[in-house]
């Protein structure tokens, strides 16, 4: 009974990746922003669906890139409502809630990262004033839908 009950506490098996010839025949049409990509070093494999994502981790918020472009070519607004993530299909409709006070907000991922090990999501500062996140929170990602 141990056994079992141990099983249910663990993390959800990890998620299956294509091969390299199904994202090249899988990305072949789609926008540069959601195909493979490398930063120092490392290759990120956007997810050619979301449905079901659910993650807890720690997010972070930017917002020192003022008037920067994110991956879809928007301009940056540190004080507007989005996020970047590492793999989530661009665009895509999330809930981010702060698990330290249960506060959340919805709101589009349009960005490529955060790059810093150990965390899932970056919001712009906006986003992040909204739900009490200051520094670094631990929080729940849940995808909702495309955004466009």
């Known amino acids: 009974m141990v056994g079992l009950l141990s099983g249910c506490a663990s993390d959800p098996p990890p998620l299956s990746l294509p091969s390299p010839q199904d994202y090249h025949q899988n990305y072949r049409h789609k926008r540069a922003y959601n195909r493979p990509y490398r930063v120092k070093g490392k290759m990120y494999y956007p997810m050619l669906s979301a449905d079901g994502y659910s993650e807890i981790g720690i997010a972070s918020w930017y917002g020192h890139e003022s008037g920067s472009k994110t991956s879809m070519g928007m301009r940056f607004h540190p004080e507007g409502v989005?996020?970047?993530?590492?793999?989530?299909?661009?665009?895509?409709?999330?809930?981010?809630?702060?698990?330290?006070?249960?506060?959340?907000?919805?709101?589009?991922?349009?960005?490529?990262?955060?790059?810093?090990?150990?965390?899932?999501?970056?919001?712009?500062?906006?986003?992040?004033?909204?739900?009490?996140?200051?520094?670094?929170?631990?929080?729940?990602?849940?995808?909702?839908?495309?955004?466009?």
């Open 82 to 148: 989005s996020a970047a993530h590492k793999t989530l299909p661009l665009p895509s409709k999330v809930r981010v809630t702060n698990l330290h006070n249960g506060r959340s907000i919805v709101l589009v991922v349009n960005d490529r990262g955060p790059f810093k090990h150990n965390r899932i999501i970056d919001l712009s500062h906006g986003a992040a004033r909204r739900i009490g996140l200051r520094g670094l929170a631990k929080v729940k990602v849940d995808y909702l839908g495309n955004a466009e």
